[in-house]
């Protein structure tokens, strides 16, 4: 047999769906098996695509739970804060299946940066709030929301939007 792709290779080699002989540069391994590259691609309707409105759903309710976590986590920070990070990742999480409920159980790198960001927002949400009632809404606010934590603040960001991507990606 000669490869359908390729006439001038021999080779024993055949697709699983169709049938035809395929050489080893044609060949796309799948997880069921060898496959030529016509049978192997994904069908459109395989790809995850979020519509807007699903989409203005996810981010609500990534950015609500994100709030939601974060004041809670406002609070435990400051009595367990030795467990800061793993509360901080546990918020990742639970935002990313907030994302993944609004979704429908999409996955997919679109959604899961999405929660990502909304786990980061969460983290910053207690400092917001306690800048908030200190300076009002003016410019100082903002200045305190980046100045309090530092590095550790950078630290449990990080937590909470691996917790957030692992749930969604």
């Given at each position: 047999?000669?490869c ?9 080699v ?5 049938g035809e002989?395929?050489c ?5 391994q799948?997880?069921?098996?060898a496959k ?32 939601i976590?974060?004041?809670v ?5 400051t009595t367990?804060s ?21 979704s429908?159980?999409?996955?997919g790198s ?31 606010t903002l ?8 590095i550790?603040k ?5 937590a ?10």
């Amino acid at each position: 047999m000669n490869c359908v792709n390729h006439p001038s290779v021999e080779t024993l080699v055949t697709c699983s769906a169709c049938g035809e002989p395929i050489c080893p540069e044609c060949m796309v391994q799948t997880p069921v098996s060898a496959k030529c590259p016509r049978c192997a691609m994904m069908p459109k309707a395989a790809l995850v695509r979020i519509k807007p409105d699903r989409l203005v759903l996810v981010i609500a309710a990534g950015i609500g739970a994100a709030a939601i976590g974060g004041y809670v986590f406002g609070l435990l920070v400051t009595t367990l804060s030795f467990f800061a990070i793993i509360i901080a990742f546990g918020l990742g999480a639970g935002v990313g299946e907030a994302v993944s409920r609004a979704s429908g159980r999409f996955h997919g790198s679109q959604l899961a940066g999405w929660a990502a960001a909304c786990a980061a927002v969460g983290i910053v949400f207690p400092f917001f709030l306690s800048a908030l009632g200190v300076y009002g809404l003016t410019s100082a606010t903002l200045g305190y929301v980046i100045s309090v934590g530092g590095i550790w603040k950078l630290i449990w960001m990080a937590a909470a939007a691996y917790g957030a991507w692992q749930r969604n990606a």
